[in-house]
C-alpha cells in the first residue's frame, strides 16, 4: 500500500482536467493514485447562478460533481470528504451532503468511500448519518484525524476514546480501516516537527490496531508572497511532508504508511479568484516545489505573464519535457508564446504534474526501499 498515492483534491474543474489528461496519458500513474475528493460549496456568485436556473441547485451541483468523477473513475476506489459544508446542511430532498454524494457515485459505478471526521465525531447529527449510511460492495470507511486529532495527541486517551467510539457505532474493523493523518498546512511546522506528529500518531494508531495508515500535509503557503519573496523572480519551497515520508519510511522500513498531500493548493487557499492575483507556475520537483512568480495580473502584460513564466520553468535545470505529461506539454506550448491560460488552467496543468511526478517519486522510493530490505 506504501507506493499508492493518495492526493487531497478539490472536486473542480481545474483539478477534473488534470485528472482527465493523467488518464489519457498515463494509465500506470492514474492507477496508483487513489484521490481524497474534497466537495467543496456551492455559494456566492455560482449559487446566485445556480438559483435562476434550477429549484434544486445544490442536487445539481452535486450530481454534476459526481459525473465528472465518474468520468474518470467508474469502477474504481475513490475517498469523499463532505467537511467543508454545515454539519446541518441538507439537500432539497433533505438527503446530507456526505450520504447523497456517496449514494450518486455508487450509482454511476464508482467504489466511493466516506471520509468520517474526527472533529464532527462528538455532534450527535453527524454520527448518526455515517452510522446509517450504507456501504456499495468493496467500499469502506476512511477515519480523518485533522487538526483537532493533532492536538489530541496530547491526550492519547481521550484520543481512543473517540476512535473507539467510531469503531464501535460503525463497525469498522481496525485492521481493514484505513487512518488518514492529516496535517494540513505545514508552512510553519519544521520536518522534525512533522516526523515528530508521524512518529506518535503512527505509533498510536497501530497500537489500536489499524494497519492502513496514510499521512498528508502541504508545505505550499496560503499566498504565493510566503513561498518566493521577489515579486517576478523564482525559487525553491520544500515539500516537508513529502520529506518526513521519506524519513519515516527509510528508519521503519516495515511500517505501512502512505502519502498524501494536497497538489499545488494550500488547504486554507480560497476559491475565490482574486482581482488582483499574481500569476505563478508550481512546478513540482524531487522534494521540492520550484515556483515561478509574476506579478498581479492588473499590472503589465495580465495573465500574459505566463509565457515569461513558462520559459523560466523550460529553461531550468528541473524540466521534465513535454512528453512527461500534459502540463509539461501545456508549459512548452505556453513558453513559445502559443497559448497563455487562465488561473483555473494553470491549476490543471500544474496538478497533472504534480500528480504524475508525484506518482513516480513514490514509486521509485518504495521500489528503492524494498531493495535495500531485500538485501539487508
Known sequence: MNNQYFPIIRAKSGEFDALSFLQ???????????????????????????????DTPFEDYLDARAHSIAKIFRGKHILIDASQWPIEFSTEGGE??????????????????????????????YRETITSMPLSDGAYFCIRLDSLAIEDLGDLDHLSEIIEDMVLSTGLVESNTPVLIDMGDVTKFSIQDVMEILETA???????????????????????????????????????????????????????????????????????????????????????????????????????????????????????????SWGDAMIKQCSLGKIVGSSTDWIAYDTNHHLKAVTGEIYEFTAQLAAVSARA
Open 202 to 324: 503512527y505509533g498510536h494508531l497501530s497500537s489500536l490496531g489499524f494497519k492502513r495508515i496514510i499521512m498528508s500535509g502541504s508545505s505550499i503557503p496560503d499566498s504565493i508572497e510566503k513561498a518566493v519573496k521577489e515579486r517576478d523572480s523564482s525559487g525553491l519551497v520544500q515539500r516537508k511532508e513529502m520529506i518526513a515520508w521519506k524519513g519515516f519510511l527509510s528508519a521503519n522500513p516495515t511500517a505501512s504508511l502512505s502519502f498524501g498531500d494536497y497538489g499545488v493548493r494550500n488547504p486554507r487557499a480560497s476559491d475565490t479568484i482574486a482581482t488582483n492575483m499574481n500569476v505563478k507556475i508550481r512546478y513540482t520537483v524531487n522534494n521540492a516545489y520550484f515556483v515561478a512568480r509574476g506579478h498581479s495580473v492588473k499590472g503589465d502584460e495580465g495573465y500574459a505573464q505566463s509565457q515569461k513564466l513558462s520559459k523560466i520553468i523550460v529553461d531550468s535545470i528541473h524540466y521534465r519535457q513535454p512528453k512527461f
Open 96 to 125: 446530507q451532503i456526505l450520504s447523497f454524494v456517496c449514494n450518486r457515485l455508487n450509482d454511476l459505478g464508482v467504489l466511493a468511500c466516506p471520509m468520517i471526521g474526527y472533529d464532527r465525531w462528538e455532534v450527535p447529527e
Open 24 to 54: 489519457k496519458l498515463d494509465k500506470s500513474a492514474l492507477a496508483r493514485c487513489t484521490p481524497i475528493f474534497e466537495i467543496t460549496v456551492l455559494n456566492g456568485k455560482a449559487l446566485e447562478a445556480a438559483i435562476k436556473k434550477s
